[in-house]
């Protein structure tokens, strides 16, 4: 059987409630330190992440059940912010290129006057990115072609 088609996504982010969405989606995203940066001119801040494909994963699952080589699927994807006003991390190193950073999610609320608001990219063991941003204008496309992975990024239940 061939496998799935994939269609890229393409998603633009423009108000708090967008980033919700934009956040979903690239839950479990890895990294490295070297793949974001910021461009004060252009008030922009830049990421290549690998995108794990959670949308597909109620297909992959009824179709898992009929064969057994629908694989989990990883994309590269681009993000970008713009209107960038400031960027403070904690908790990253950016000399380190070999350590691996992943995205657990990317929280929103306004600040300073409307509609400026502070993101908040969250990573796995603690360590964040926080965005000053004139407004919410963000955009995520896939900007590769998928591959498999051996396995679903999981996470321990809290009681």
Not at 10 to 19: G, H, P, W
Request: proline residues 8%.
């Amino acid at each position: 059987m061939a496998p799935p088609r994939f269609l890229p996504l393409k998603l633009r982010a423009e108000d708090v409630e967008d980033i919700t969405v934009l956040s979903a989606c690239l839950q479990d995203a890895t990294l490295h330190a070297a793949d974001m940066t910021f461009q004060p001119r252009q008030r922009r801040f830049v990421m290549v992440l690998n995108r794990f494909r959670w949308e597909d994963e109620h297909l992959a699952d009824t179709r898992r059940r009929l064969i057994r080589a629908v694989p989990h699927v990883r994309v590269p994807a681009g993000l970008h912010f713009e209107g960038v006003l400031k960027v403070q991390s904690s908790g990253i190193d950016r000399q380190d290129a070999k350590t691996p950073l992943e995205l657990l999610s990317i929280l929103a609320e306004p600040a300073g006057e409307a509609p400026g608001a502070q993101l908040t990219l969250v990573f796995a063991g603690g360590a964040a990115v926080r965005l000053e941003v004139e407004c919410v204008d963000a955009q995520m496309q896939d900007i590769g072609q998928p591959y498999p992975v051996r396995h679903a990024p999981k996470h321990k239940e809290v009681s």
